[in-house]
């Protein structure tokens, strides 16, 4: 094992075994998941048991909230810009495989990085494929699967995805 793959390992141990726990408070999760190399912005919240893996940076922006058990398998980079709320459960991945022969349908691995636009919220069970693009302002229905991009300001749901509605960009009056 080369040394870059025994840090990427040892932060995933610390990442996913300390800082996931349930008893960790908020703001100490945050401070070990930075002390790992992981960017997250001021005042973002991530809660229990969310598993981190893979080498690629992940980038949490300002004001996001992340609820419990979320998946973030960053082979790629994962960006995620300020004003994201992602609900429960949600998978995001940045690794897959093209289909194979015959022998084996899981062929050559690749990765595409993934991000997701400022303000935008995720639902519960989403899950976000390799080399999706989200714009700002979207509204991900819950147990959608997000296969490609999604356009500013549109409400996405099913599986595929699609567009089912577009939102105002105009904030909503209080």
Request: hydrophobic letters at 40%; glycine letters at 12%; aromatic letters at 6%.
């Amino acid at each position: 094992m080369n040394n870059e793959t025994v840090k990427v390992h040892l932060r995933n141990v610390i990442v996913n075994v300390i800082a996931a726990a349930y008893i960790l408070p908020v703001s100490l999760r945050i401070a070990v998941m930075r002390l790992t190399g992981i960017a997250i912005g001021e005042g973002t919240t991530i809660k229990s048991r969310c598993t981190f893996a893979g080498p690629g940076p992940i980038i949490f922006g300002s004001g996001c909230y992340i609820s419990f058990q979320c998946e973030f398998d960053a082979t790629g980079t994962i960006e995620i810009a300020d004003n994201v709320n992602i609900a429960s459960g949600v998978s995001i991945s940045t690794c897959t495989h093209r289909i194979g022969d015959l022998d084996r349908r899981a062929g050559p691995r690749y990765t595409d990085n993934v991000s997701i636009g400022k303000g935008t919220w995720v639902g519960t069970n989403c899950v976000i494929l390799p080399g999706v693009r989200i714009g700002p302002g979207c509204v991900i229905a819950a147990g959608a699967v997000v296969a490609a991009d999604c356009d500013a300001n549109g409400l996405y749901a099913g599986v595929p995805a699609k567009l089912v509605n577009t939102l105002d960009p105009e904030p909503i009056p209080a």
